[in-house]
């Protein structure tokens, strides 16, 4: 099986957040704890799939040759799961709760690659 790490997009200034906070306050508690029981159906659908259950991601910090700075980005989350190919990992994503029901962007998939050069256990 390979690994993915699937990382969960969202942004501040898009359509769908726009929506979301145009909600009144019961509203928007009802949507996320309709999401929240979504989130837990689905981990409980693909829980032999999943090897980090991961988290919601904080501020970022980047750290470059000049130092380090802050940086805003649109990543809000991730989990790692394993899978027989990249399409088969991104499947299991198709209409997550980050997007069906809260206002997030999309989930990128990519593959965890073994490190160059490293033995396999």
Same mark, same amino acid.
């Given at each position: ?5 699937? /990382? ?13 906070? $145009?909600?009144?306050d019961s509203k928007r508690q009802e949507l996320v704890q309709r999401g929240m029981q979504a989130?837990? @159906?689905?981990?409980?659908? %693909? ?15 980047? +750290? ?5 700075? #802050?940086? +805003?980005?649109?990543?809000? $989350?991730?989990? /790692? +799961?394993?899978?027989?190919? %990249? @399409? =088969?990992? =991104?499947?299991?994503?198709? #209409? ?7 206002p997030g962007d999309s989930i990128e998939i990519m593959e965890c690659l073994p490190m160059p ?5």
């Amino acid at each position: 099986m390979k690994r993915f790490l699937a /990382i969960f997009i969202g942004s501040a200034t898009s359509a769908e957040k726009a929506k979301w906070d $145009a909600n009144e306050d019961s509203k928007r508690q009802e949507l996320v704890q309709r999401g929240m029981q979504a989130w837990g @159906e689905w981990v409980k659908k %693909h829980q032999d799939s999943i090897i980090d259950f991961g988290s919601p991601l904080g501020k970022t910090k980047r +750290v470059g040759r000049d130092g380090i700075s #802050d940086l +805003v980005n649109k990543d809000t $989350a991730y989990v /790692i +799961v394993q899978a027989e190919s %990249h @399409e =088969a990992a =991104a499947r299991i994503f198709v #209409d997550h709760a980050h997007f069906s029901i809260f206002p997030g962007d999309s989930i990128e998939i990519m593959e965890c690659l073994p490190m160059p050069g490293a033995s396999e256990s």
